[in-house]
């Protein structure tokens, strides 16, 4: 079983629909979430970063995690061509980065 | 934001040839840099742990003699692949950690290399 797991689509979806990314992982000594968008042959960027369970909002991205299921989610409301990209989740044990385990990746089609 | 620059974006090189790719951190300065690979359509997989002066921390199955990484300074770490072949042929992809936060939060990555061996 892989340490995260992570459907990887392609998803398509029309302009202004909510869109749900989920990741599943099985080790329960992770504490630190993050989600990362990347764009076609350019690095990921940062979008959410959550400690332990809980949700967390920022404008139209909420992410959600869930500990007692090991199961973490990415919604992004009223979604944009622009939203179009490969979606990755990412785990940490410690706060350092060397413990850093990404999931594969969703690949998120919005069309106009 | 913190930008972090890689250099060359895209290489292509003879097989048998080195070639060297450069992380930079341009506003900030990073103790821990880190090397990642990623394969078409897959995630990014950690190769090594960049420390400024000392050795790099492998990852398992990644062979040091084949990728030598050297972090001279605070703000830039250098991936060489030796001898490359075409399985070598990938997206590198570096990160940086801030020295002053820390936090697995704010890492930041570069654009991406990508390295394609004739």
């Known amino acids: 079983q892989k340490e995260v797991e992570q459907d990887p689509g392609p998803l398509s979806v029309p302009e202004g629909a909510i869109v749900s990314l989920n990741c599943t992982y099985s080790?329960?000594?992770?504490?630190?979430f993050m989600w990362y968008r990347q764009y076609s042959r350019k690095g990921p960027e940062l979008l959410m970063y959550?400690?332990?369970?809980g949700n967390k909002e920022d404008g139209r991205f909420t992410a959600q995690v869930d500990k007692s299921s090991k199961y973490i989610s990415l919604f992004i409301r009223d979604s944009q061509p622009s939203d179009s990209a490969t979606y990755l989740c990412?785990?940490?044990?410690?706060?350092?980065?060397?413990?850093?385990?990404f999931g594969p990746g969703t690949r998120l089609s919005v069309l106009p | 934001g913190a930008v972090v620059s890689q250099h060359p974006s895209w290489v292509i090189c003879k097989s048998g040839t080195s070639v060297k790719i450069e992380c930079r951190s341009l506003d900030f300065q990073a103790t821990t840099m880190f090397w990642y690979r990623q394969f078409p359509k897959q995630s990014l997989m950690l190769m090594a742990t960049s420390n400024e002066g000392s050795k790099a921390t492998y990852e398992q199955g990644v062979e040091k003699d084949k990728f030598l990484i050297n972090h001279a300074s605070l703000t830039l770490s250098t991936l060489t692949v030796t001898s490359a072949h075409p399985e070598d042929s990938s997206f590198y992809i570096c990160?940086?950690?801030?020295?002053?936060?820390?936090?697995?939060?704010?890492?930041?990555f570069g654009e991406g290399s990508r390295l394609t061996v004739l």
């Open positions: 990412a785990m940490s044990r410690d706060n350092y980065g060397q413990n850093f385990v």
């Open positions: 080790n329960s000594a992770f504490q630190y």
């Open positions: 990160s940086a950690l801030p020295r002053t936060s820390g936090s697995v939060g704010e890492l930041f």
């Open positions: 959550t400690y332990s369970s």
